[in-house]
């Protein structure tokens, strides 16, 4: 039998973060991945070509901090302005505030942008700060509990020092929907469609869904900025796994924990696949919650708390398309290398590109993102996520659904990038059900359970789970299931770390 003060099951980017945080406190740790190699989600590839994530939106930089990584990051990101790519050849380029005309000349709507990105960027700072911290309450030490409070307080005086107007403002866009909100501000076109498109990123709602401007704001915490990581996502991996290393944490990959062990209701340690015991009073699993429970037995859960667990929505809509190109595509007054493209014409595109999805079918005319992660290469990779492709298809992921969707995301993006089927060599398609099979998200959804209002904050996975404590003592969740959620952000595994961490203390 192998003694550690602390294990974690998985080592997605939520569990890298929460080992090394682990470690850095002085805790003998042991990172455990089924996999052969750490990332998760993010890192998983569907062939040669690039890793899913090929963006990082809102690495924290309280994660930073905690895990000793100085003033920046040891990876280089590049800043990415975004292109709205447009039928008519009206693209619109967007950097932050700014928007403009592909051509150079003004947008129409480029006060409405700016005052847009100003206002959704001040009200995400207050969500961010609700991000860095678990939410109070769940049996916390009284000491905690009145940090976390003081934390909360203190959003609360933000959003009282707005004034009243402006507040009640921010809580009447906070329920509303993106569509709504955005089209107040601008007529329908490739700029709308963009806000649209981001608000819905990895969700299996629309824009006309409620609380899609949440998200939206969440997503604005960190100003909307998009960074492509040099080197591709495995480079992100490599520092959070190398963080680890530093401080003492033990990796071992390719060994998949069967049973989560205890004893009472108090956890021992874990059991892996080919039977070793590692003991530790503290577990945090970055599984899904349903899967923890199953690895723990679920008699240490009520029936209630299984029901709830057994009904968290999670239901991926996004798939993977790399395709390698014989040259990088070109477009006259922008430069690709240097962008995010994102092909969502209008808000109503957005709106009838989900409509499919719900019947279990794929869009026809889907939302695309689409990046160059190595431009510079003399037959560059096109990264594409393709949504809306929703995991129970009608008929299964075949392998002639897959080549479909390759072939629709292709055709869809020609109706910008006139010259790209003629340039694509290859294509390599990766779908939510095999990102599902392969890190045991359940649908393969990218936050591995919806981010809606009745799954989050305190009510993220589920009413009662929402202080990452979990079932027998010792136990923790850490993955994207918990607050705040998935992206390459790494928050859920810090704050699930911290928790476990004030527990002992
Ligand atoms: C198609 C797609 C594209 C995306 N692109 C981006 C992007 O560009 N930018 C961005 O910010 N976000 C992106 N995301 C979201 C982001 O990748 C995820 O939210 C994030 O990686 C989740 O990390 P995690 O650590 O919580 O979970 P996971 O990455 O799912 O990690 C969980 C880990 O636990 C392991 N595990 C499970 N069970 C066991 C067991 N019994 N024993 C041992 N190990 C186990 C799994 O193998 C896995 O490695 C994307 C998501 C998808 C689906």
Same mark, same amino acid.
């Given at each position: 039998?192998?003694?550690? @003060?602390?294990?974690?099951i998985?080592a997605g980017v939520?569990?890298?973060?929460?080992a090394?945080l682990?470690?850095?406190?002085?805790?003998?740790?042991?990172?455990?991945?089924?996999? #052969? +190699?750490?990332?998760?989600?993010?890192g998983?590839?569907?062939?040669?070509?690039?890793a899913?994530?090929h963006?990082? +939106?809102?690495?924290?930089?309280?994660?930073?901090?905690?895990?000793?990584?100085?003033?920046?990051?040891?990876?280089a990101l590049?800043p990415l302005?975004?292109?709205?790519l447009?039928? @008519?050849?009206?693209?619109?380029?967007?950097?932050?505030?700014?928007?403009?005309?592909a051509?150079?000349?003004?947008?129409? %709507?480029?006060?409405?942008?700016a005052?847009?990105?100003?206002?959704?960027?001040?009200?995400?700072?207050?969500?961010?700060?609700?991000?860095?911290?678990a939410?109070?309450?769940?049996?916390?030490s009284g000491?905690?509990?009145?940090r976390?409070?003081? #934390?909360?307080?203190?959003?609360?005086l933000?959003?009282?020092?707005m004034?009243?107007?402006e507040?009640? #403002? !921010?809580l009447?866009?906070?329920?509303?929907?993106?569509?709504?909100?955005i089209?107040?501000?601008?007529? @329908?076109?490739p700029?709308?469609?963009? *806000?649209?498109?981001?608000?819905?990123?990895?969700?299996?709602l629309?824009p006309?869904?409620p609380g899609?401007?949440f998200s939206?704001i969440?997503?604005?915490?960190?100003?909307?900025i998009?960074s492509?990581?040099?080197?591709g996502?495995e480079?992100?991996?490599?520092?959070l796994?190398?963080?680890?290393r530093?401080?003492?944490?033990?990796? #071992?990959?390719?060994?998949?924990v069967?049973?989560?062990?205890?004893?009472?209701?108090? /956890?021992?340690g874990?059991?892996?696949e080919?039977?070793?015991?590692?003991?530790?009073?503290?577990?945090?699993?970055?599984?899904a919650?349903?899967?923890?429970?199953?690895?723990?037995?679920?008699?240490? %859960?009520d029936i209630?708390?299984?029901?709830?667990l057994?009904?968290?929505?999670?239901?991926?809509?996004v798939?993977? /398309?790399n395709?390698?190109?014989?040259?990088?595509p070109a477009?006259?007054?922008?430069?690709?290398?240097?962008?995010?493209?994102v092909?969502?014409?209008?808000?109503?595109?957005v709106?009838t590109? !989900?409509?499919?999805?719900?019947?279990?079918?794929?869009?026809e005319?889907?939302?695309?993102e689409? /990046?160059?992660p190595?431009?510079?290469?003399?037959?560059? *990779?096109?990264?594409?996520?393709?949504q809306?492709?929703?995991a129970? =298809?009608?008929g299964? *992921?075949t392998?002639?659904?897959?080549?479909?969707?390759?072939q629709?995301?292709?055709?869809?993006l020609?109706?910008?990038l006139?010259? =790209?089927?003629?340039?694509?060599t290859?294509?390599?398609?990766?779908?939510?059900?095999?990102?599902g099979?392969?890190?045991?998200?359940p649908?393969? +959804? *990218? +936050?591995?359970?919806? =981010?809606t !209002?009745?799954q989050?904050?305190?009510?993220?996975p589920?009413?009662?789970?929402?202080h990452?404590?979990?079932?027998?003592?010792?136990?923790?969740l850490?993955?994207?299931?918990?607050h705040?959620g998935?992206?390459?952000?790494?928050?859920s595994?810090?704050?699930?770390?911290?928790?476990?961490?004030e @527990?002992?203390?």
């Amino acid at each position: 039998m192998t003694r550690f @003060d602390a294990i974690v099951i998985g080592a997605g980017v939520n569990g890298l973060v929460a080992a090394a945080l682990l470690a850095r406190r002085g805790k003998k740790v042991c990172l455990i991945e089924a996999a #052969r +190699h750490a990332g998760g989600m993010a890192g998983l590839r569907p062939g040669e070509g690039p890793a899913l994530a090929h963006l990082v +939106h809102n690495l924290s930089p309280a994660v930073r901090r905690d895990l000793g990584l100085g003033r920046d990051w040891p990876f280089a990101l590049t800043p990415l302005a975004t292109v709205a790519l447009a039928e @008519d050849g009206r693209h619109v380029v967007v950097d932050g505030p700014n928007a403009k005309l592909a051509d150079g000349t003004a947008h129409p %709507f480029a006060a409405a942008h700016a005052a847009l990105t100003e206002r959704l960027t001040r009200y995400g700072a207050l969500l961010r700060n609700m991000a860095e911290t678990a939410p109070p309450g769940g049996g916390m030490s009284g000491i905690a509990m009145m940090r976390q409070g003081l #934390r909360f307080a203190r959003t609360g005086l933000s959003l009282r020092a707005m004034g009243k107007p402006e507040m009640r #403002r !921010f809580l009447q866009v906070l329920l509303s929907n993106a569509y709504d909100l955005i089209l107040d501000e601008m007529s @329908d076109g490739p700029l709308a469609g963009l *806000w649209t498109a981001d608000a819905v990123r990895g969700a299996a709602l629309g824009p006309r869904s409620p609380g899609t401007v949440f998200s939206l704001i969440y997503r604005m915490g960190h100003g909307g900025i998009v960074s492509r990581p040099e080197g591709g996502m495995e480079a992100v991996i490599a520092a959070l796994e190398e963080a680890g290393r530093k401080a003492g944490c033990t990796l #071992r990959t390719d060994t998949r924990v069967a049973r989560i062990l205890t004893e009472g209701d108090r /956890v021992t340690g874990v059991a892996t696949e080919a039977g070793e015991i590692l003991s530790a009073q503290v577990v945090l699993s970055s599984a899904a919650p349903l899967t923890t429970a199953r690895l723990t037995g679920l008699d240490h %859960f009520d029936i209630e708390a299984t029901r709830r667990l057994r009904n968290l929505r999670a239901r991926g809509t996004v798939a993977k /398309v790399n395709l390698k190109l014989a040259r990088a595509p070109a477009l006259p007054g922008v430069d690709l290398a240097s962008a995010r493209m994102v092909f969502a014409p209008s808000a109503e595109y957005v709106e009838t590109a !989900f409509n499919p999805s719900k019947y279990g079918e794929m869009s026809e005319a889907p939302v695309i993102e689409a /990046v160059m992660p190595d431009p510079g290469a003399a037959s560059p *990779w096109l990264s594409l996520l393709v949504q809306y492709a929703p995991a129970d =298809l009608d008929g299964g *992921w075949t392998a002639a659904a897959r080549d479909r969707l390759a072939q629709i995301a292709t055709r869809t993006l020609a109706r910008a990038l006139p010259d =790209l089927p003629g340039l694509v060599t290859s294509a390599e398609v990766m779908t939510p059900d095999q990102i599902g099979a392969a890190t045991g998200g359940p649908g393969g +959804h *990218w +936050h591995q359970a919806e =981010l809606t !209002f009745d799954q989050m904050l305190t009510l993220r996975p589920g009413n009662g789970m929402g202080h990452y404590a979990f079932g027998p003592s010792g136990l923790y969740l850490c993955g994207a299931a918990t607050h705040p959620g998935g992206d390459v952000m790494g928050l859920s595994g810090r704050n699930a770390a911290l928790r476990a961490l004030e @527990d002992r203390a």
